[in-house]
């Protein structure tokens, strides 16, 4: 099992050895923003690392929305997203699940999401694994709860895509953590990576404030029964810089058994 954290995009790398980490998370451009990424110096080096590669699409994207504005933009930027971080050897291309607006047709988001991946079967289909987020807020959210989720995957069943589970925003959405995994797995039959976080919001409270994983309103000891029972790998988006997140992928590791990187 490969654990890792989200890190500064400058040198993944470097930030890969100050954590012990055998994976990192990164953006490609800026997060909230719309600029399309940049082929990165970098890329040989990243392609040839012993360091698993994820890459986060910008928060901005919304392929789910009503509003042309932002669905026609988000699905150029998905895609583009994905062939750069296939071009550094990702092993995968997180995106949130994104939500309709207050009185739109949700069932219309569902299908917002089956033509983003039609979309990009156009050009060949995307060059990596999308990895469809669960989102902690939101009524009209499309990977909140479960039965939106299996909604989405229904409108997806012609199309290969994954899942990554976060477990901040799956309590702060009202998902119990006890048998999550099952009950994600029953609808996905996947999940490609776990974001291990703890939350300073409540359950239920649908906010989206990461902690570390002995702080905040989640039992430590759910967030690893949740990595064990997922079997994929984890990245924790946690605060405190080098030194909280390292400790926080010390802690997994030593939960689960699996030494450092270097064992």
């Given at each position: 099992?490969?654990?890792?954290?989200?890190?500064?995009?400058?040198?993944p790398?470097?930030?890969?050895?100050?954590?012990?980490?055998?994976?990192?998370?990164?953006?490609?451009?800026?997060?909230?923003?719309?600029?399309?990424?940049?082929?990165?110096?970098?890329?040989?080096?990243?392609?040839?690392?012993?360091?698993?590669?994820?890459?986060?699409?910008?928060?901005?994207?919304?392929?789910?929305?009503?509003?042309?504005?932002?669905?026609?933009?988000?699905?150029?930027?998905?895609?583009?997203?994905?062939?750069?971080?296939?071009?550094?050897?990702?092993?995968?291309?997180?995106?949130?699940g994104?939500?309709?607006?207050?009185?739109?047709?949700?069932?219309?988001?569902?299908?917002?999401w089956?033509?983003?991946?039609?979309?990009?079967?156009?050009?060949?289909?995307?060059?990596?694994?999308?990895?469809?987020?669960?989102?902690?807020?939101?009524?009209?959210?499309c990977?909140?709860?479960?039965?939106?989720?299996?909604?989405?995957?229904?409108?997806l069943?012609?199309?290969?895509?994954?899942?990554?589970?976060?477990?901040?925003?799956?309590?702060?959405?009202g998902?119990?953590?006890?048998?999550?995994?099952?009950?994600?797995?029953?609808?996905?039959?996947?999940i490609?990576?776990?974001?291990?976080?703890?939350?300073?919001?409540?359950?239920?409270?649908?906010?989206?404030?990461?902690?570390?994983?002995?702080?905040?309103t989640?039992?430590?000891?759910?967030?690893?029964?949740?990595?064990?029972?997922?079997?994929?790998?984890?990245?924790?988006?946690?605060?405190?810089?080098?030194?909280?997140?390292?400790?926080?992928?010390?802690?997994?590791?030593?939960?689960?058994?699996?030494?450092?990187?270097?064992?």
């Amino acid at each position: 099992m490969r654990i890792g954290a989200h890190v500064d995009p400058t040198d993944p790398l470097a930030e890969a050895a100050a954590r012990d980490a055998e994976a990192v998370q990164f953006f490609l451009a800026d997060p909230q923003g719309w600029k399309a990424p940049k082929a990165r110096d970098d890329a040989e080096r990243l392609r040839d690392a012993d360091v698993d590669l994820y890459v986060h699409a910008p928060y901005v994207v919304n392929v789910a929305t009503l509003n042309n504005r932002i669905r026609i933009p988000s699905r150029k930027l998905l895609l583009g997203h994905a062939t750069a971080a296939a071009a550094i050897g990702a092993k995968g291309l997180i995106v949130h699940g994104g939500h309709v607006n207050a009185g739109d047709d949700l069932a219309v988001g569902f299908d917002n999401w089956r033509k983003t991946f039609a979309y990009a079967a156009d050009s060949g289909g995307f060059p990596l694994p999308v990895l469809i987020e669960n989102t902690a807020g939101g009524d009209n959210a499309c990977a909140r709860h479960l039965d939106a989720l299996a909604r989405l995957w229904d409108a997806l069943g012609d199309y290969e895509v994954g899942f990554c589970l976060d477990t901040c925003h799956a309590h702060a959405g009202g998902e119990d953590l006890l048998g999550l995994v099952d009950r994600v797995k029953a609808i996905t039959g996947r999940i490609d990576l776990v974001h291990a976080n703890n939350s300073k919001g409540a359950f239920n409270s649908g906010q989206d404030r990461h902690d570390n994983l002995d702080g905040g309103t989640i039992d430590p000891e759910l967030v690893v029964a949740v990595i064990r029972a997922a079997g994929a790998p984890v990245i924790v988006e946690t605060p405190g810089g080098v030194d909280g997140q390292a400790a926080d992928i010390a802690f997994l590791r030593g939960q689960l058994g699996t030494g450092t990187s270097a064992a």
